[in-house]
């Protein structure tokens, strides 16, 4: 079967030939559980979407019942009997009403409300509905809906459906937040919590044609700002037990995935890279990621993990956590980067708005978009240990360091300019008391559970982004030259000066035995070949060990 890279539509799934992780139990759990309004709240790419398709195929009027032949809710006989295929279904999402102005998103929410109606034109030919009906639900088609007729629109959305049919309506609303989240980046986020308000307060809450309504998000947004007066809500977070394995592969699902590829080989370096979160009492894995890995793989061998969350999500709130970050906050972040863990306080009912106002606010905004994750609580239960889940968020950490810390170092170029010419002019004792500064000011790798290629790989790509502010060099990381990958080759064409940059990070912190080492490597290597063959007259070898806050340069020079 095919991997289902990007699927998100259940029918498609399961009739194109598609892999599919069974979630259905879902369906049984939550009938037996019941909540008249339920919130699931899960950090993007954990298939969120893809159960809310799950959902209307099971439940909807003249669905097909063929889909689910094999899974478990098919084992369920009595509850499939009673509720499959037997309700109307409204089923929208909100991950696309995203603009820059609030007129602009209003559009963008009335065309997902008029896409919606117009799966429904066989209302306007019912003889349950009266002609005073039909013109109400004509005006659900129209781009010009006015604030009364939108905010109404899903309440009568279901009681039409309930007259047609004679059975109360199942609402469906996917990435819920997505609206909110992009009105308080563009500063209209006011006007838009009164109409999503408003729209959710119609159908959830004074609706006698709602049977149940399931809504997901990134966030859960506090009950003042969205939910006001909603008494029937079911709040399930990624701390809640209930529903826990819903969202997520589980391990055993991995491995039986792993195991009808061909690659169990491989189950380790999954692990590593992909699992590591906790929700409820379940351990996950980020299916977005395994599935991509597993496709790349399947086709080569050798390919190796990648980090696909950086490509699906955007960044900023590491961004805003690292700008707001005091020295403690550094001394945290190392801490997390090492692999051990903090405790803090977690607020899950935050408004946007207020998502920055406080570093401690931050921390809570991290544990509930997926870049932590919990390890057990305090004892009070008012507080959760939190740690970075797997290697792949950890290099995303590690990325987003190292190109907030060459924002900040670039903001004085004067003292930058100086550490590239040091370098330019062999100096390597200024070099070093440059570097040195710099290192002072960064949030370092801590010497615990980080492989120690990661440890030299943050270094590198500090000092590569600090030479890179001489834009006119000639760089290049990790290139073929002599025998074997270089870390850092410098030509600056016009002086016809080459250099070559070996970084060590020494597990002992014996600075001195670390540039040996690196010294060492560029000669048997020949690292200095490339070089030489450009043309390059004098020759820069520069060996530097790194450990935590500290380094040490050596150099020496060579002319051809």
């Keep these: 079967m095919k991997l289902p890279v990007g699927i998100e539509n259940f029918g498609e799934i399961r009739t ?23 919130l699931f709240t899960r950090p993007r790419r954990f298939g969120k979407s893809l159960n809310m398709s799950m959902l209307k195929a099971f439940f909807e009027i003249g669905c097909r019942k063929e889909l689910f032949d094999g899974l478990e809710i098919a084992g369920e006989t009595e509850l499939c009997r009673e509720y499959m295929g037997k309700f109307p279904v409204i089923s929208i999402s909100l991950k696309g009403v995203e603009a820059n102005t609030f007129e602009k998103a209003r559009s963008l929410l009335i065309k997902v409300i008029n896409e919606e109606a117009r799966s429904m034109q066989y209302l306007l030919e019912s003889d349950k509905l009266t002609q005073n009906d039909k013109e109400v639900f004509s005006l659900l088609l129209k781009k ?14 279901s009681e039409f459906l309930q007259k047609h049919y004679g059975r109360k309506a199942i609402v469906l609303i996917d990435e819920y937040d997505v609206p909110l989240a992009k009105a308080n980046e563009h500063n209209y986020y006011e006007p838009m919590v009164f109409l999503v308000r408003n729209i959710f307060e119609q159908v959830l809450k004074t609706n006698d044609s ?6 997901t998000g990134c966030l859960r947004v506090a009950k003042e700002s969205i939910f006001t007066g909603l008494n029937n809500l079911n709040m399930l977070s990624v701390r809640d037990v209930e529903f826990d394995e819903y969202f997520g592969f589980t391990d055993q699902e991995v491995k039986g995935l792993l195991n009808y590829y061909g690659l169990s080989d491989i189950y380790s370096l999954v692990k590593d890279w992909y699992d ?3 929700f409820g009492n379940t351990n996950v894995y980020c299916p ?11 086709v080569n061998r050798t390919q190796q993990p990648e980090n696909y969350w950086s490509n699906t999500s955007g960044n900023d709130v590491i961004r805003h956590f690292l700008r707001k970050a005091k020295p403690v906050t550094k001394r945290e972040i190392e801490k997390l980067i090492a692999g051990e863990c ?13 998502l920055y106002q406080s570093i401690e606010h931050i921390w809570s905004v991290l544990f509930t978009t997926g870049y932590l994750t919990q390890r057990g609580e305090s004892a009070d239960g008012k507080s959760l240990w939190l740690a970075i889940p797997n290697h792949e968020i950890r290099d995303l950490f590690i990325s987003q360091i190292s190109e907030w810390f060459q924002e900040t170092a670039r903001q004085d170029g004067e003292v930058l300019e100086a550490f590239c010419e040091a370098f330019q002019n062999g100096d390597a004792a200024e070099a070093e008391r440059c570097f040195n500064a710099y290192l002072n000011k960064a949030i370092s790798i801590r010497d615990t559970a980080v492989k120690n290629d990661m440890k030299e790989n943050f270094y590198h790509g500090i000092l590569l982004g600090l030479l890179g502010f001489k834009g006119t060099w000639d760089i290049c990381s990790n290139r073929e030259s002599g025998d074997g990958y270089s870390d850092i080759l410098i030509e600056i064409a016009d002086m016809r000066i080459g250099i070559v940059i070996e970084l060590k990070y020494p597990m002992n912190g014996n600075l001195e035995l670390g540039c040996e080492e690196a010294m060492n490597q560029i000669e048997s290597k020949r690292y200095a070949v490339q070089l030489s063959d450009d ?11 790194c450990y935590k806050k500290r380094c040490r340069v050596v150099l020496e020079k060579e002319e051809l």
């Design 210 to 215: 709602l049977y149940f309504a399931v809504l």
């Design 288 to 298: 977005w990621d395994v599935i991509c890995f597993c496709k790349k793989r399947r």
């Design 16 to 38: 194109e030939g598609f892999y599919y992780v069974d979630k259905t139990g879902m369906i049984r759990d939550l009938l037996c559980n019941w909540g008249k309004v339920n």
């Design 342 to 354: 903090v405790l803090k306080e977690i607020h899950q009912e935050l408004t946007y708005k207020n």
């Design 276 to 278: 590591g979160y906790q």
């Design 144 to 157: 010009d809906m006015d604030d009364e007729t939108l905010c109404c629109s899903l309440r009568e959305m």
């Design 535 to 545: 043309g390059m007259k004098t020759v820069l070898k520069y060996g530097i060990a």
